[in-house]
């Protein structure tokens, strides 16, 4: 089996990781989000959805008697506790999908040079570990905020700062300018990846 170069990107609320993993994806990297992982664990898995339910009351269902992200957003983000066990719940199953998916990836017949997922708290859990290479996805604090949607006071306190990760990492992007600048960089990436394989 060929396992594709595991890559990770990481970084702050609002630095624009997603962007930076679409980018991947467009130069030839097999991509995967924790986010989307998430937002499949919950619509899919019967114990992470009575665990919710147990928790937080049918409160955090939608119409479609799904689980509401946004509902449960605004329950966990001003109460570190509720946000501590929700992680606790979620993060086991993300790792685990995510470590299938990339064990798929190399059972392929010709499988992708590189594989690519964005994980907000790779350095708060040691998730590091897990990879060939890092990338930091980094902004100015006042461009960050513009970009996020969720207020970054509820959020940052419990990141690690860019500065702190950004020397450990593989690759450091400031992500300040435009769309075509960030594709020049993960250009770049990928080429120095591909030629590590």
Avoid at 16 to 21: D, I, N, P, Q, R
Avoid at 24 to 40: L, P
Avoid at 67 to 90: H, K, N, Q, S, T
Wanted: glycine share 6%.
């Amino acid at each position: 089996m060929s396992r594709p170069l595991a890559v990770a990107i990481t970084g702050g609320i609002g630095a624009g990781k997603s962007e930076a993993l679409a980018a991947f994806a467009r130069h030839g990297a097999a991509t995967v989000s924790s986010d989307q992982i998430v937002h499949r664990l919950l619509r899919v898995d019967t114990s992470v959805r009575e665990a919710l339910l147990d928790r937080f009351g049918e409160g955090i269902l939608d119409q479609a008697n799904q689980i509401d992200r946004r509902a449960v957003a605004d329950i966990v983000f001003p109460d570190p506790e509720a946000l501590e066990w929700l992680e606790g719940l979620l993060h086991p199953l993300v790792v685990r999908e995510y470590l299938e998916w990339r064990e798929q990836l190399g059972r392929l017949p010709n499988p992708p040079a590189v594989c690519v997922t964005e994980v907000p708290l790779l350095y708060e859990v040691g998730g590091q570990e897990r990879f060939d290479a890092v990338v930091v996805v980094t902004a100015p604090a006042e461009v960050r905020a513009a970009r996020s949607r969720v207020p970054s006071e509820l959020r940052e306190p419990r990141l690690i700062p860019d500065e702190e990760k950004a020397p450990e990492a593989d690759f450091v992007y400031v992500n300040d300018g435009s769309l075509e600048e960030l594709d020049a960089f993960v250009v770049g990436v990928m080429d120095d990846l591909v030629a590590r394989v």
